[in-house]
C-alpha cells in the first residue's frame, strides 16, 4: 500500500487486510509493554491545517506504538499561515526525511495533490479533507462493527448481510461518505437517513438507500446505526427549522435505543453535539460504542502506518 487517500478506490482485499492487520495490533495493546520496533527510525509528520485533537493524538499514539518518530506540524502558527504554499511544506517535509505524513486539510483533495504531485516521496494518509472522505475513520468504525459483531474470531470476515444506518448531516461529512464506500465495499446495506436540506445532490450516485424518516429506518432492525455530529461550523444557510425540531425528528433518544433489538449497536465518530443529534443516555448506553470507536482507532492507525511503512512482511511474526 503506498498511500491511503480515500475509500471509495479501496478494494476488498485491501480493505480487509487492513482490518485483520488492525486485529494483530489491537492484540498487542492488552499486553503490559505495549510498544513495538516495527517503525524503528521511520518518520511520521503529521500535517494538520485543520483543528483536531482526537485524529492527531490517535494517529500520534499509533506511531509511538510503533517506534516511529513522530513531528507534530500544527498550520496556525507556522509559515503556513504566513503565506507558504501546500508546495513549500511538502518540500520542507521533504528534506527532513519525512517516510510518512498524514495531513487534514479543509480542502476537498488535497491529500490527493500531495501524494501524485511527484513534491514529496512520503507515504500520504488522509485524515479528513474538506468534505470528501476521512477514510481512517470508517475502517475504525467498519472494524468496530465486525468486532462487535464476531468478537475475537472476525479475522478474514466481512460485513455481509449487515445493515448499517448512518444518520444527520451527511451533507457535510467527509465520515459518511467514506463509509459508505467501505461498508458497501465490505457487503454492508447502508441507509442514509437526514433531513431532505442535509442529502447530496449526487447521492443518486451511491450505493445506498435513503430515507428521511429515522423512526421507518429504526424499524427495520439494523444492526448498528450511526450518528452523525451536526457540522454548524460548516453551515451558512437554515438547513432545518431549530435545533428541538431536529432533535425530535432525527435525534437518537433513550425511547428510540429501547425500541432497537438487542444487538444493534450505536455508534458516533465524535465528538458528539449531546442533547441535539444524540442523547446522553443513548451515548452512555451498554449499546454504545463511542469509546470503543476511539481505541480501535489507534489499532487501525496502527495498521496503517505498517501497511505504509513496513511492506508485506509478515505481521504475525513481527507483533508476537
Known amino acids: ?18 482490518l485483520d492487520v488492525a486485529e494483530d495490533m489491537a492484540d498487542t495493546q492488552s499486553r503490559q509493554v505495549k510498544k513495538l520496533p516495527t517503525l524503528l527510525g521511520k518518520t511520521v509528520v503529521n500535517l494538520f491545517f485543520e483543528d483536531s485533537t482526537r485524529t492527531r493524538i490517535s ?4 506511531a509511538k506504538r510503533l517506534s516511529a518518530d513522530v513531528i507534530n506540524f500544527a498550520a496556525k502558527g507556522s509559515s503556513v499561515s504566513k503565506g507558504e504554499s501546500l508546495k513549500d511544506t511538502a518540500q520542507t517535509l521533504q528534506a527532513m526525511g519525512a517516510d ?16 501524485t504531485s511527484g513534491w514529496i516521496s512520503a507515504g500520504v494518509v488522509n485524515a479528513g479533507d474538506g468534505t470528501h472522505e476521512h477514510p481512517t475513520q470508517a475502517l475504525l468504525d467498519a472494524f468496530t462493527i465486525r468486532k462487535r459483531r464476531y468478537g475475537a474470531d472476525s479475522r478474514g470476515r466481512d460485513l455481509t448481510g449487515l445493515r448499517v444506518v448512518v444518520v444527520g448531516d451527511v451533507l457535510h461529512s467527509r465520515v459518511a461518505r467514506s463509509n459508505v464506500w467501505l461498508l458497501t465495499t ?13 442529502i447530496p445532490q449526487n447521492v443518486t450516485q451511491w450505493p445506498v438507500r435513503v430515507l428521511y424518516d429515522l423512526d421507518r429506518a429504526l424499524a427495520d432492525e439494523p444492526d448498528a446505526v450511526m450518528m452523525l455530529r451536526i457540522q454548524g461550523e460548516r453551515m451558512h444557510a437554515a438547513y432545518f427549522p431549530n435545533e428541538r425540531e431536529y432533535t425530535r425528528l432525527w435525534g437518537l433518544d433513550a425511547l428510540r435505543v429501547s425500541r432497537l433489538p ?27 460504542t463511542v469509546l470503543e470507536q476511539v481505541a480501535n482507532g489507534v489499532s487501525v492507525r496502527m495498521a496503517v502506518l505498517y501497511l505504509l511503512l513496513a511492506g508485506e512482511r509478515e505481521v504475525r511474526e513481527e507483533v508476537q
Open 1 to 18: 500500500m503506498r498511500h491511503l487517500l480515500d475509500t471509495r478506490t479501496l478494494d476488498h482485499r485491501t480493505a480487509l487486510q487492513i
Open 262 to 288: 438487542e444487538p444493534t449497536i450505536v455508534m458516533h465518530p465524535g465528538p458528539m453535539n449531546r442533547g441535539l443529534e444524540i442523547s446522553t443516555e443513548a451515548a452512555d448506553s451498554p449499546r454504545s
Open 59 to 62: 494517529f500520534e499514539a499509533a
Open 100 to 115: 510518512a505524513v498524514v495531513v487534514r486539510h479543509s480542502a476537498s483533495g488535497a491529500p490527493q495533490t500531495l501524494a
Open 186 to 198: 465490505l457487503g454492508a446495506e447502508v441507509t442514509l437517513v437526514t433531513p431532505p436540506t442535509l
